[in-house]
């Protein structure tokens, strides 16, 4: 099992804070996650229709898309940020 945390306006449109996910195998990298999570529901695919502009952080740390994310204990995923 994988722990994704929602944050911001992905939160929102998934209506989830956090869920504890048993990740396809074939699910290698933190793009391979953003499209197995669009295929869950309508949800999921509004909240992540443009996948270039999201950011993930694998255990608090954000990484690029090609990271790998075997090992992970927590993945949140971020709408973009700016300064501020």
Known sequence: MTKLV???????RIG????DLDL???????RDLL?????LGEEYEN?????EVIRVAIDQEHVEHFEKIAGA?????FPPMTGG
């Open 35 to 39: 499209n197995h999570l669009k295929t």
């Open 6 to 12: 929602y944050f911001a306006w992905v939160r929102e």
């Open 24 to 30: 396809p195998p074939e699910v290698l990298t933190a």
């Open 47 to 51: 909240a992540l229709q443009y996948p």
């Open 16 to 19: 989830k804070t956090e869920e």
């Open 73 to 77: 204990r927590e993945i949140g995923i």
